[in-house]
């Protein structure tokens, strides 16, 4: 059984949703995601699926990678935002402007962590891409929920779907 104090480690280091519901500031709907079938029209290569939450990672055509993490609310994904801006990056990292209002970071080149209603996304590009790769990104985002079945597996008596933006849904399995 896990202890409160676990559970949010266990939280914050798998970027793990609250499971709350909520809308962006000023009403704004939440994000579903990325579309996974335009990934590769921005030169990102097949993703993998996160199992522990909703989301994906990808590689990058020329190295690095594209962490797109979902959640269920706006709060869920600032507190994963601020803790990655400190713990992930290892380094104080400058605000940086990727347009609009969303809170980034990053040297503007090869790094990049950003978050934008419910999403969180961290960019690593060894070709000094990454802000262009984060407007691709954010230019990306849709409200859609209309999603469509993406990929399915058991894991553990559960049955893991992920929907075509990412999202993660647990059912058990019927005996």
């Known amino acids: 059984m896990k202890t409160p104090l676990t559970a949010l480690i266990a939280l ?7 499971g709350l519901a909520g809308t962006a500031d000023a009403g704004e709907p939440l994000w579903a995601g990325v579309p996974l079938d335009e990934l590769a029209q921005m030169g990102i290569q097949a993703p993998t699926l996160n199992d522990l939450d909703s989301g994906w990672r990808a590689p990058i055509e020329g190295g690095g990678f594209i962490q797109v993490d979902i959640f269920e609310s706006v709060e869920a994904a600032r507190e994963v935002f601020d803790f990655r801006r400190v713990a992930a990056f290892q380094a104080q990292l400058p605000e940086l402007d ?3 209002d969303v809170p980034a970071v990053g040297d503007g080149h090869v790094a990049v962590l950003f978050v ?7 960019i690593r590009d060894p070709s000094e891409q990454a802000t262009v790769r984060a407007g691709l990104i954010r230019e990306a985002l849709d409200i859609d929920h209309a999603a469509q079945p993406y990929d399915t597996r058991e ?6 779907s992920w929907d075509n933006y990412g999202r993660r849904t647990i059912t058990p399995v019927s005996e």
Do not use: H, W
């Open 12 to 18: 914050l280091l798998t970027a793990g949703s609250l």
């Open 98 to 100: 990727i347009g609009g």
């Open 116 to 122: 934008d209603r419910n999403v969180v996304v961290t």
């Open 155 to 160: 894991v553990d008596g559960e049955r893991v």
